[in-house]
């Protein structure tokens, strides 16, 4: 039986296997530590691609949020794995950056999402021996609280741990700059690593990304990061009435309370133009009351749509 999830990062790419085998082990005894390996673990495979894969040139700055978002990046990764990074980023920087408390369903999500982005780069990059397409996130292999673990780090702890990986790192940029001439074992290792992207491309890859799931849980993440608490039954799938339908009925699928104002999250998902979220979203506007808002969550943008009394819409 295996003992980790991360077994295919072994060989060719022992130091993210390093990182990502902290995450997996402190999931369950330390989840605000487990999401901050997990960043530690994406950070190390954008750096590896970026370094690796000639297609990807480096932004204006270095930092992973302008590594991801570099619109190449995602062509590169494809929208599945693009989303499971910004999941793991997102996460990581709630670990370090605030106080609010990390929960182990984050971060069973973030070793989660880690599993696949890192599949998906062995997948497309390795030289060696791939994992099967078949390979599962097994849950079951994450570590669990022990009787004498240590104390969960704080928030001004990983924020010191994270400076000194930084200072021990070298710059992206430095290091790229400095290759700019491009020696010829850097030549050597991205022709490999081309023609091993060329040769892993044949088969097609049937891999379960779980789109879904990441896809749901980015937008509770970001949700829950612009104030809705999303805590209570009502918060969800709430049924409304009125609606310009058939039976006139149908469920809002995100609600934030507050006085008499009213909130309601739809996703349709990234396979779905914004122009019919908008007009459901007036849909779902005509069933509210007067002052009251509808806002729509699309992904990217977030709409917001004023009730039919009031007329309009903005992003």
């Keep these: 039986m295996p003992d980790s999830n991360f077994i295919f990062l072994r060989t060719e790419w022992p130091d993210l296997h390093d990182a990502a ?68 980023k997102e996460l990581g920087n709630l670990a370090v950056h605030s106080p609010r408390p990390v929960r182990q369903f984050d971060a069973v ?17 390795a030289r060696g021996a791939k994992p099967a397409d078949g390979l599962a996130f097994d849950p079951l292999l994450l570590g ?45 290792l991205r022709a490999e690593v081309a023609k091993a992207r060329l040769a892993n491309a044949a088969p097609a890859d049937t891999h379960n990304y779980s789109e879904a799931e990441t896809r749901d849980y980015l937008i509770d993440l970001l949700l829950k990061e612009a104030g809705w608490s999303l805590d209570q039954k009502r918060d969800r799938e709430f049924p409304v009435e ?3 339908n058939q039976d006139g009925k149908g469920f809002v699928d995100y609600v934030q309370w507050g006085g008499r104002r009213l909130a309601a999250g739809i996703d349709r998902g990234p ?41 309009g819409s903005r992003e």
């Design 21 to 88: 085998s902290k995450a997996e082990a402190l999931a369950y005894p330390d989840a605000r530590t487990a999401c901050f390996y997990a960043r530690r673990s994406l950070e190390l495979a954008v750096h590896w691609l970026y370094k690796h894969d000639p297609a990807l040139r480096l932004p204006y700055q270095d930092h992973l949020s302008a590594l991801i978002y570099e619109p190449i990046f995602k062509v590169v990764t494809g929208e599945a794995v693009f989303a499971k990074a910004r999941v793991i």
């Design 109 to 125: 999500a973030a070793t989660r999402e880690l599993f696949h982005f890192t599949f998906w780069l062995v997948r497309t990059y």
């Design 144 to 188: 669990r609280p022990a009787a004498a673990a240590a104390p969960a780090q704080s928030p001004e702890q990983l924020q010191r741990l994270e400076t000194q990986f930084r200072e021990r790192d070298e710059r992206l940029s430095d290091w790229l700059r400095d290759k700019q001439a491009l020696d010829a074992e850097l030549l050597r």
């Design 242 to 244: 009125g609606m310009p």
């Design 271 to 311: 396979a779905h133009p914004a122009r019919p979220a908008r007009v459901s979203a007036a849909g779902y506007a005509v069933c509210r009351q007067p002052g009251e808002t509808v806002r729509t969550s699309v992904g990217y943008p977030l709409l917001q749509v004023q009730g039919a009394r009031g007329g």
